[in-house]
């Protein structure tokens, strides 16, 4: 029987938004993330000749065959490397609070990426893991690792993975304020690709992130989460712009986004260490100190439900459950 694998969701600090190449998933820029312990994916995947082909059973329901896309072009760079060809039953359950509708691609094709490649009988380091996570969904290649991770952009395949950066084990963690009036979102992939291809601020966004992503890992050395949250709540802010001057425009901001950015610049004024980033949605995290959590939280519940407010700290890479 194979073993179920598990792997966490990272949050972006420094945003990968804009691929180089479509087909490999190679983007224009180094992103960086942290790994976070509250939303995982567990998945278990067995090669069965006796299947007519690849299915998915996510969260217990099976999935339709147009769904596949990202898992089968996991599954395939798989079967070619394993010399294999038997079509594959991949069941996969999202640990995602409910209420949150949290993308959690991240976290499904890191698992998905771990849990193949082991039932294939490939043994792949973290680096292959990575690459082959990648071709999944971008994002998901840092999920490799637990902590702040740097996926390196490269030039191809090869050259194109997640690398470590810091373990985080220490007075950082994120604060999730999940805003219910989810309006039809555009999917970072179609968002990003029609930024890239329209957008006025785009080449403006690009020329910043070198700067941007030294500064993060200085501050990451130093253990400063003020200078982390203060560079990823300009980056985000930066990335989001660029969606406003595309063609057609559009923004993953709602009211409820920006009230509850107001919220967190409030805290700021309160004196916590409190900064916002965004992804391809309306929810806001909020990069803080674990130490001020609690305070965090309090002040929050005046102007949100309790279950909008979701803690997070930074997540371990992927492993596999023994049991
Ligand atoms: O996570 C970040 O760096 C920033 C974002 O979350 C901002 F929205 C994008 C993630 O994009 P992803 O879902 O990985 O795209 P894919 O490669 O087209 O599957």
Redesign the pocket.
């Known amino acids: 029987m194979t073993k179920w694998v598990r792997a966490h969701t ?3 600090l420094i ?3 804009g ?1 180089e190449n479509e087909e490999l ?1 190679i983007p224009k820029n180094n ?1 960086l ?1 942290l790994t976070l312990d509250a939303f995982y994916t567990d998945t278990r995947v067995t090669f069965d000749q006796s299947l007519v082909e690849d299915e998915l059973i996510l969260d217990g329901e099976k999935q339709p065959h147009s769904a596949l896309g ?1 898992v089968q072009t996991v599954l395939n760079s798989v079967r070619e490397q394993a010399g294999i060809t038997s079509p594959a039953l991949v069941e996969s359950i999202n640990h995602v609070p409910t209420a949150a509708g949290l ?1 959690s ?2 976290s499904g094709l890191a698992a998905l990426a771990g849990a193949a490649s082991q039932a294939a009988g490939l043994k792949l380091s973290q680096e292959e893991l990575s690459k082959l996570a990648r071709r ?5 290649s840092r999920s490799i690792y637990g902590g702040f991770a740097e996926w390196i952009k490269g030039t191809d395949d090869a050259t194109s993975f997640a690398v470590p950066v810091d373990d985080a084990n220490w007075d950082i963690g994120m604060l999730f304020i999940i805003v219910n009036d989810a309006v039809k979102e555009v ?3 179609d ?2 690709k029609r930024t890239v291809e329209t957008s006025a601020f785009y080449e403006g966004w690009l020329k910043t992130l070198d700067a941007d992503l030294k500064a993060m890992k200085q501050a990451i050395s130093e253990k400063n989460v003020e200078s982390v949250g203060q560079i990823a709540e300009r980056n985000a802010l930066k ?1 989001h712009a660029t969606t406003l001057a595309a063609n057609p425009p559009f923004t993953y901001w709602t009211a409820e986004s920006m009230k509850a950015m107001d919220a967190v610049r409030a805290l700021r004024k309160k004196g916590f260490t409190a900064y916002f980033t965004m ?2 949605g309306p929810n806001v995290k909020i990069v803080c100190k674990q130490s001020e959590m609690t305070g965090i939280k309090d002040f929050l519940l005046t102007h949100f439900e309790a279950d909008q407010l979701i803690e997070a700290r930074p997540g371990p890479g992927i492993h596999t459950l023994e049991q």
Do not use: E, F, Q, V
């Open positions: 990272n949050i972006a945003k990968y938004w691929k998933i992103s993330s990202k993308a691609s991240a999944g969904s971008g994002s998901a999917s970072s992939r968002g990003m990335m992804d391809a």
